[in-house]
């Protein structure tokens, strides 16, 4: 059965600092892997990664894909408290589908 | 607003009631998603359209629920006989149908549905 596993489930930081969320998954026939942000409503669209090695970035937020060993990281820099949310990590599947793991719930205190 | 709209926001319902919520996604989207996340929990899909063809339904779906997009282009999704378990948000989404198999999935708002 197709799995996605994020981890930690909870973090807490300070402005300013930097967080690395992981994800990793175990599925068949991988399209793509996408990042959302969820704060009190519906998950934002953040990235979608398809191939390894290619670090995508917008602004203090970066991630990359390492298909081989089949994960994902999302990297914050410099976080603020408007970063405070659930980061949702999900595989792409052919059926066209997403399949998402639990999430990860970043708390940024000033 | 171009984004994919959802309504109601909120819907509050008595065990064996029936409800039912739309879903209107991006125009040029001919992909629509139903998904349901309840706490601590990732959105858990539940079924897809392309065009108005229901293409996929996971078991999830009991034979309570059945969805709709009957134009192609705005989406139902009806609960019949709602249990407490079904209290959960409702979300949908739109995306393109993409030749190389990935896409982007854009989410509406959401239904939060509880049911007493």
């Known amino acids: 059965e197709d799995k996605v596993v994020q981890s930690p489930l909870s973090l807490v930081v300070h402005e300013g600092d930097t967080v690395t969320l992981n994800c990793s998954y175990e599925?068949?026939?991988?399209?793509?892997l996408l990042w959302y942000k969820q704060e009190k409503k519906a998950p934002t669209f953040l990235f979608m990664l398809t191939s390894s090695g290619i670090e995508k970035k917008s602004g203090r937020l970066s991630s990359i894909l390492d298909k081989k060993e089949l994960f994902s990281i999302l990297n914050i820099t410099a976080t603020q408290t408007g970063d405070s949310a659930i980061y949702l990590c999900a595989f792409g599947g052919s059926q066209g589908n997403l399949i998402f793991g639990k999430g990860t719930k970043l708390s940024v205190k000033p | 607003d171009t984004g994919v709209s959802q309504d109601p926001r909120h819907k509050i319902t008595k065990r064996g009631q029936n409800v039912t919520f739309r879903c209107d996604p991006i125009?040029?989207?001919?992909?629509l998603y139903w998904y349901r996340q309840t706490l601590g929990q990732g959105p858990e899909f539940l079924t897809y359209?392309?065009?108005?063809?229901?293409?996929?339904k996971s078991r999830l779906l009991s034979d309570r629920f059945s969805a709709e997009r009957p134009k192609g282009s705005f989406s139902t999704l009806e609960i019949q006989r709602t249990e407490q378990g079904d209290s959960a948000m409702y979300l949908c989404?739109?995306?393109?149908?993409?030749?190389?198999?990935?896409?982007?999935?854009?989410f509406g708002p959401g239904t939060r549905l509880t049911v007493t």
């Open positions: 359209f392309q065009n108005e063809a229901q293409l996929e």
């Open positions: 125009s040029e989207h001919n992909r």
């Open positions: 989404a739109s995306s393109l149908q993409a030749t190389s198999g990935s896409y982007e999935q854009y």
């Open positions: 599925v068949t026939n991988f399209r793509s």
